[in-house]
């Protein structure tokens, strides 16, 4: 079985205040255990699992450049070893601007990653300390040259907008910024404010203004529109690609009607979880889904490593994928690409066809002008994207 | 038992005056539930989850008690506790005709307050001995002395009479019990007379059917015999008869004198009422007893199940529901927006809000509740009058010659300090000031007649809140009068919704229909187009809003990670769709049906 491979890496130096991932301030000292601990893991699948083959490889965080690159190294090299990576397989690592150098990034291109994605969030100095970055614009423009000197070709780079009080203008504004640096690939994310976060509770009280969706309409569609001039295909709801041929249309659809017709840019190992195509996870708080079930591991890193070290199992929450919830789960991740989901696709997995199961979901988000669909194909329109959830919901059955 | 040795009494107080609390002390040192029991559950005989959470009485509930008095004797004790709210005195009322005896307890961090005097005087009313009791003296705040003299005042009772304790900590409650030992007078009971016994409370329990709560007046019952109710001609033998320790525990036979329960067997609530008198069917009473003043509810409200399929579910679940709460009234009508449910007649605003509570709960109902509105007494043209209860059924202005609307005598106990703050609240409620009477240096109590409909709003709240929670507030029915008063009609994207019909005073109209779709707007989520809402009168627009077309609404990072939470999420959404109703194309939240409670125009 063919699998995309993700490492979580539960590091940061401090806690951005929008974050609610699975991530730890001040536990740096475990990093040599946990690497140990990501090696019993990896060889525990491939005892388990022998005919499991990677595909490509991610290193997500937390911060993943907060490992040495020998660390990073050995952890290629392990799943190389076990899993089968192709050579020139896409293997990305995360990196936060604020801790990476010239020389780490040379060491980290020279062991094995080919694609580095940096989170920028934003080009402006109070937008960064809003958001609680560790690190400046400059620092930004410094890695991204580093990058590119170490032999990256393969930049990705992570913006943010919809924040509290941020105008069109400014947010215009970090974009031209950033497609300055001349990114292959870009994630814009609206602004989600995540219950709990220091972010959140500032709104809540008052001392930061609500942020407004309708504005955060208004950036994603003068930000879709900028990057179509640009040479980007918009792959998928939040994520763009530079093309070799350019798209004409917003939201096009590529040539040969798959994500990677969109040019050798578009990240390989997201693309496995929105086909709902297996992916193994390992670290801290990685999620697997493998056919028929998906799980979690441990989310604390000590207990992770301890569990590891005891030769205890350290997954938890795991979770039967019945063949219903399957099929309106291959829909909600399905519908947010550009391709949409196909007939022949849907048909060669669950044996049925799009119009058997959806029939009346189809014909009415397509009245709404919210679904195209033409017998073989279904996808968001223009609009569409931005109402997903009103979409989605309705094909979980 | 010898009724020489039964007591049968009420508790009643104003509202968190302590009226459970000091149930439970009682309970306790009659070891009736024992003390271990006691301290893991306060106010055990709010039995209810929802008087639990809300640390409210809203039911009356008996127990038996037995306590060796002074005088070396064994008494059975019969006590109910009562709810304090003014929506449920219709159940302090029915308690109160099963007793001889109140104990009225009044808060000494409060003194008298409005449901005090309320209650009071339906004690007074049914002839009861009051047996008055001051509570919370451990309070730092309480004014033991000052509280204890106003009651005594109010009683005309001498100081030594007026019983100080603390029922949370059980200080003084013994004195409590011998008071009424021999204060209460024993009831006048024959026992060799033919059965008469009076139903004052009842529930349904699905092996047992209706459970009736009996006060016995004559005769006695057991098992064995055939019983009939005189109001309404049904005969059965009992399944069961007992009393209430507090669970209920089955006895070889109920006397006169006693309070306890017949499970009877019927299965329907119109064979078994409250208020009716069971008697013997071999040897029937010649006369029943005199029954209940029916309640007569006030506020009236549609319920409609959210979805259409479970509108027998409903009937079935109102119908057990008015077992165990006489004074709930329903009537199946239909609506063009939510089509078939209930018309329904309530107390008081926390009445209504407590019976949507213990339907969703207890009957498992997901409902939609509309506005509350009140009824109003029609006069046609042609002479003839109707009374209506729903706004939508006023007939077309040019055959109407009068409408008229209940008004109500309100009594407001309130510190002189914010006499002020409650005429201006008043004011704006279209009241009629009567008077000021002065209770004691820093206290008064004032009365005002106010529309019903405008009482409803939000009145009480609107007090508490300009007064910092120190004034109280009683109200009772005082007559209809005529006004001008107009209907306004809701369109939602077109659409006349009937359930969304006000009616108001004519001078108002304008004010409170705008009012009312900005507050709509504020709720109706926003859609897939836009949604015009309008305010009309007469076929007239007074005022528009548009609920703008929804841009956007989707999740940002949905990458393998997410998949589960994100599915649960948008699983969540689609389940509090559930509890919206589809109005055509339009999604309409229950709270848009309440807009019209929000409406308060500053
Ligand atoms: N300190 C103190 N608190 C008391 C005393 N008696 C009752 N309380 C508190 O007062 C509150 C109201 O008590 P309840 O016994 O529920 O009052 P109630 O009169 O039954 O209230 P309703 O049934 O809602 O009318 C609770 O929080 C009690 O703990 C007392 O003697 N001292
Ligand atoms: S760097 Fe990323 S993972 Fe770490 S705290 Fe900030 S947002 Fe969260
Ligand atoms: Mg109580």
């Given at each position: 079985?063919?699998?995309?491979?993700?490492?979580?890496?539960?590091?940061?130096?401090?806690?951005?205040?929008?974050?609610?991932?699975?991530?730890?301030?001040?536990?740096?000292?475990?990093?040599?255990?946990?690497?140990?601990?990501?090696?019993?893991?990896?060889?525990?699948?491939?005892?388990?699992?022998?005919e499991?083959?990677?595909?490509?490889?991610?290193?997500?965080?937390?911060?993943?450049?907060?490992?040495?690159?020998?660390?990073?190294?050995?952890?290629?090299?392990?799943?190389?070893?076990?899993?089968?990576?192709?050579?020139?397989?896409?293997?990305?690592?995360?990196?936060?601007?604020?801790?990476?150098?010239?020389?780490?990034?040379?060491?980290?291109?020279?062991?094995?990653v080919?694609?580095?994605?940096?989170?920028?969030?934003?080009?402006d100095?109070?937008e960064?300390?809003?958001?609680?970055?560790?690190?400046?614009?400059?620092?930004v423009?410094?890695?991204?040259?580093?990058?590119?000197?170490?032999?990256?070709?393969?930049?990705?780079?992570?913006?943010?907008?919809?924040?509290?009080g941020?105008?069109?203008?400014r947010?215009?504004?970090?974009?031209?910024?950033?497609l300055?640096?001349?990114?292959?690939?870009?994630?814009?994310?609206?602004?989600?404010?995540?219950?709990?976060?220091?972010?959140?509770?500032?709104?809540?009280r008052?001392?930061?203004?609500?942020?407004?969706?309708?504005?955060?309409?208004e950036?994603?569609?003068?930000?879709?529109?900028?990057?179509?001039?640009a040479?980007?295909?918009q792959?998928?709801?939040?994520?763009?690609?530079?093309?070799?041929?350019?798209?004409?249309?917003?939201?096009?659809?590529?040539?040969?009607?798959?994500?990677?017709?969109?040019?050798?840019?578009?990240?390989?190992?997201?693309?496995?979880?929105?086909?709902?195509?297996?992916?193994?996870?390992?670290?801290?708080?990685?999620?697997?889904?493998?056919?028929?079930?998906?799980?979690?591991n441990?989310?604390?890193?000590?207990?992770?490593?301890?569990?590891?070290?005891?030769?205890?199992?350290?997954?938890?929450?795991?979770?039967?994928?019945?063949?219903?919830?399957?099929?309106g789960?291959?829909?909600?991740?399905?519908?947010?690409?550009?391709?949409?989901?196909?007939?022949?696709?849907?048909?060669?997995?669950?044996?049925?066809?799009?119009?058997?199961?959806?029939?009346?979901?189809?014909?009415?988000?397509?009245?709404?002008?919210?679904?195209?669909?033409?017998?073989?194909r279904?996808?968001?329109?223009?609009?569409?994207?931005?109402?997903?959830?009103?979409?989605?919901?309705?094909?979980?059955? | 038992?010898?009724?020489k040795?039964?007591?049968?009494?009420?508790?009643?107080?104003?509202?968190?005056h302590?009226?459970?609390?000091?149930?439970?002390?009682?309970?306790?040192?009659?070891?009736?539930?024992?003390?271990?029991?006691?301290?893991?559950?306060?106010?055990?005989?709010?039995?209810?989850?929802?008087?639990?959470?809300?640390?409210?009485?809203?039911?009356a509930?008996?127990?038996?008690?037995?306590?060796?008095?002074?005088?070396?004797?064994?008494?059975?004790?019969?006590?109910?506790?009562?709810?304090?709210?003014?929506?449920?005195?219709?159940?302090?009322?029915?308690?109160?005709?099963?007793?001889?005896?109140?104990?009225?307890?009044?808060?000494?961090?409060?003194?008298?307050?409005?449901?005090?005097?309320?209650?009071?005087?339906?004690?007074l009313?049914?002839?009861?001995?009051?047996?008055?009791?001051?509570?919370?003296?451990?309070?730092?705040?309480?004014?033991?002395?000052?509280?204890?003299?106003?009651?005594?005042?109010l009683?005309?009772?001498?100081?030594?009479?007026?019983?100080?304790v603390?029922?949370?900590?059980?200080?003084?409650?013994e004195?409590?019990?011998?008071?009424?030992?021999?204060?209460?007078?024993?009831?006048?009971?024959?026992?060799?007379a033919?059965?008469?016994?009076?139903?004052?409370?009842?529930?349904?329990?699905?092996?047992?059917?209706?459970?009736?709560?009996?006060?016995?007046?004559?005769?006695?019952?057991?098992?064995?015999?055939?019983?009939?109710?005189?109001?309404?001609?049904?005969?059965?033998?009992?399944?069961?008869?007992?009393?209430?320790?507090?669970?209920?525990?089955?006895?070889e036979?109920?006397?006169?004198?006693?309070?306890?329960?017949?499970?009877?067997?019927?299965?329907?609530?119109?064979?078994?009422?409250?208020?009716?008198?069971?008697?013997?069917?071999?040897?029937?009473?010649?006369?029943?007893?005199?029954g209940?003043?029916?309640?007569?509810?006030?506020?009236?409200?549609?319920?409609?199940?959210?979805?259409?399929?479970?509108?027998?579910?409903?009937?079935?679940?109102?119908?057990?529901?008015?077992?165990?709460?006489?004074?709930?009234?329903f009537?199946?009508?239909?609506?063009?927006?939510?089509?078939?449910g209930?018309?329904?007649?309530?107390?008081?605003?926390?009445?209504?809000?407590?019976?949507?509570?213990?339907l969703?709960?207890?009957?498992?109902?997901?409902?939609?509740?509309?506005?509350?509105?009140?009824?109003?007494?029609?006069?046609?043209?042609?002479?003839?009058?109707?009374?209506?209860?729903?706004?939508?059924?006023?007939?077309?202005?040019?055959?109407?010659?009068?409408?008229?609307?209940?008004?109500?005598?309100?009594?407001?106990?309130?510190?002189?300090?914010?006499?002020?703050?409650?005429?201006?609240?008043?004011r704006?409620?279209?009241?009629?000031?009567l008077?000021?009477?002065?209770?004691?240096?820093?206290?008064?109590?004032m009365?005002?007649?106010v529309?019903?409909?405008?009482m409803?709003?939000?009145?009480?709240?609107?007090?508490?809140?300009?007064?910092?929670?120190?004034?109280?507030m009683?109200?009772?029915?005082?007559?209809?009068?005529?006004?001008?008063?107009?209907?306004?009609?809701?369109?939602?994207?077109?659409?006349?919704?009937?359930?969304?019909?006000?009616?108001?005073?004519?001078?108002?109209?304008?004010?409170?229909?705008?009012?009312?779709?900005?507050?709509?707007?504020?709720?109706?989520?926003?859609?897939?187009?836009?949604?015009?809402?309008?305010?009309?009168?007469?076929?007239?627009?007074?005022?528009r809003?548009?609920?703008?077309?929804?841009?956007?609404?989707?999740?940002?990072?949905?990458?393998?990670?997410?998949?589960?939470?994100?599915?649960?999420?948008?699983?969540?959404?689609?389940?509090?769709?559930?509890?919206?109703?589809?109005?055509?194309?339009?999604?309409?939240?229950?709270?848009?049906?309440?807009?019209?409670?929000?409406?308060?125009?500053?």
């Amino acid at each position: 079985m063919k699998a995309a491979l993700y490492v979580h890496v539960p590091f940061c130096l401090r806690r951005c205040t929008y974050c609610d991932f699975n991530t730890y301030a001040g536990l740096l000292e475990l990093r040599a255990a946990y690497v140990a601990a990501l090696e019993r893991e990896l060889a525990w699948w491939a005892a388990e699992q022998p005919e499991l083959e990677a595909t490509t490889l991610y290193f997500g965080g937390g911060t993943p450049s907060l490992l040495t690159p020998e660390q990073v190294q050995a952890v290629i090299a392990a799943v190389r070893r076990r899993f089968a990576l192709p050579e020139g397989a896409e293997v990305t690592l995360e990196a936060n601007p604020g801790t990476v150098t010239c020389s780490s990034l040379e060491s980290l291109r020279r062991g094995g990653v080919n694609r580095l994605s940096l989170g920028v969030q934003s080009a402006d100095a109070a937008e960064l300390r809003l958001l609680g970055r560790i690190h400046t614009w400059e620092e930004v423009v410094a890695a991204a040259r580093a990058a590119r000197q170490a032999g990256f070709d393969n930049l990705s780079l992570d913006l943010i907008f919809g924040l509290p009080g941020q105008t069109l203008s400014r947010w215009e504004q970090t974009l031209a910024r950033v497609l300055a640096l001349e990114p292959e690939h870009l994630s814009l994310y609206a602004l989600t404010l995540e219950p709990g976060t220091p972010l959140a509770e500032r709104v809540a009280r008052g001392e930061l203004p609500e942020p407004v969706p309708d504005l955060a309409a208004e950036m994603y569609e003068s930000a879709s529109r900028r990057l179509l001039e640009a040479g980007f295909w918009q792959y998928e709801i939040s994520n763009w690609a530079r093309g070799a041929a350019s798209a004409q249309l917003l939201w096009d659809l590529p040539p040969g009607g798959r994500s990677e017709g969109c040019g050798p840019w578009v990240s390989h190992h997201n693309l496995a979880y929105w086909r709902m195509e297996p992916w193994l996870g390992v670290g801290a708080g990685a999620y697997s889904y493998l056919p028929g079930s998906r799980w979690r591991n441990l989310p604390h890193p000590a207990d992770y490593i301890a569990a590891l070290q005891a030769g205890r199992s350290c997954r938890v929450d795991v979770e039967p994928i019945s063949h219903t919830l399957a099929l309106g789960e291959t829909m909600m991740m399905g519908l947010r690409l550009a391709e949409g989901v196909t007939d022949a696709r849907f048909r060669a997995r669950f044996g049925a066809g799009l119009e058997t199961v959806y029939g009346e979901v189809l014909a009415r988000f397509a009245a709404l002008g919210l679904l195209e669909w033409d017998g073989r194909r279904v996808r968001l329109t223009a609009r569409g994207r931005l109402l997903g959830n009103q979409v989605f919901g309705a094909f979980l059955l | 038992m010898d009724p020489k040795h039964i007591r049968n009494f009420s508790i009643i107080a104003h509202i968190d005056h302590g009226k459970s609390t000091l149930a439970d002390r009682l309970l306790e040192i009659t070891g009736t539930v024992d003390a271990r029991e006691m301290s893991s559950h306060s106010q055990v005989l709010d039995s209810m989850d929802l008087e639990q959470e809300k640390g409210v009485t809203i039911k009356a509930s008996a127990v038996q008690m037995h306590w060796v008095a002074a005088d070396g004797e064994e008494y059975a004790l019969n006590m109910i506790d009562t709810p304090g709210h003014v929506d449920f005195s219709y159940e302090v009322s029915r308690a109160l005709a099963a007793c001889e005896a109140a104990i009225l307890v009044v808060d000494a961090t409060q003194g008298i307050e409005a449901q005090t005097l309320a209650n009071l005087y339906l004690a007074l009313e049914n002839d009861l001995e009051i047996v008055p009791v001051i509570n919370k003296i451990d309070l730092a705040t309480a004014q033991v002395d000052k509280v204890l003299l106003e009651v005594a005042e109010l009683l005309g009772v001498p100081l030594d009479e007026v019983i100080p304790v603390s029922a949370k900590l059980g200080t003084n409650v013994e004195a409590v019990l011998q008071a009424i030992v021999t204060q209460a007078p024993p009831p006048a009971a024959d026992v060799n007379a033919p059965l008469r016994a009076m139903i004052f409370d009842s529930h349904y329990d699905s092996y047992k059917g209706v459970v009736a709560y009996v006060r016995m007046r004559e005769g006695w019952v057991s098992r064995k015999t055939t019983m009939l109710m005189m109001a309404t001609g049904a005969k059965t033998e009992p399944i069961e008869v007992g009393i209430f320790t507090p669970e209920m525990l089955p006895v070889e036979r109920l006397s006169a004198g006693e309070v306890g329960y017949i499970a009877t067997g019927l299965k329907t609530v119109r064979e078994a009422r409250v208020g009716d008198t069971i008697t013997d069917a071999h040897r029937p009473a010649a006369v029943p007893l005199a029954g209940y003043q029916p309640a007569k509810p006030m506020v009236f409200a549609s319920l409609y199940p959210s979805e259409a399929d479970d509108y027998v579910n409903l009937r079935d679940a109102l119908d057990k529901l008015q077992l165990n709460d006489a004074a709930l009234t329903f009537e199946p009508e239909s609506s063009q927006a939510l089509q078939f449910g209930f018309r329904c007649g309530f107390l008081g605003l926390f009445h209504m809000e407590i019976i949507q509570e213990r339907l969703e709960r207890e009957y498992d109902q997901n409902l939609i509740v509309t506005a509350p509105s009140v009824a109003y007494q029609i006069l046609l043209r042609n002479g003839e009058e109707l009374e209506i209860h729903r706004p939508a059924d006023l007939p077309d202005p040019t055959i109407v010659e009068e409408v008229r609307e209940p008004w109500m005598k309100v009594q407001i106990i309130t510190p002189t300090d914010y006499i002020g703050a409650i005429m201006e609240i008043l004011r704006r409620k279209r009241a009629n000031f009567l008077l000021t009477e002065t209770l004691d240096t820093r206290r008064v109590l004032m009365t005002f007649e106010v529309p019903l409909a405008e009482m409803v709003i939000d009145l009480h709240d609107r007090i508490k809140s300009a007064t910092r929670g120190y004034a109280s507030m009683d109200y009772a029915f005082d007559s209809y009068r005529p006004d001008d008063l107009v209907r306004v009609d809701v369109l939602v994207n077109k659409e006349p919704v009937d359930a969304l019909a006000i009616i108001v005073h004519r001078d108002k109209a304008y004010a409170r229909g705008s009012l009312l779709i900005r507050k709509m707007k504020e709720v109706i989520p926003r859609q897939l187009f836009e949604v015009p809402i309008q305010a009309v009168v007469g076929g007239k627009i007074l005022a528009r809003v548009n609920v703008q077309a929804l841009r956007k609404d989707v999740l940002a990072k949905c990458y393998g990670g997410d998949v589960t939470r994100k599915r649960k999420l948008l699983e969540k959404q689609k389940a509090g769709k559930k509890r919206m109703k589809m109005l055509g194309n339009v999604i309409i939240p229950q709270e848009a049906f309440l807009a019209m409670l929000r409406l308060d125009e500053d």
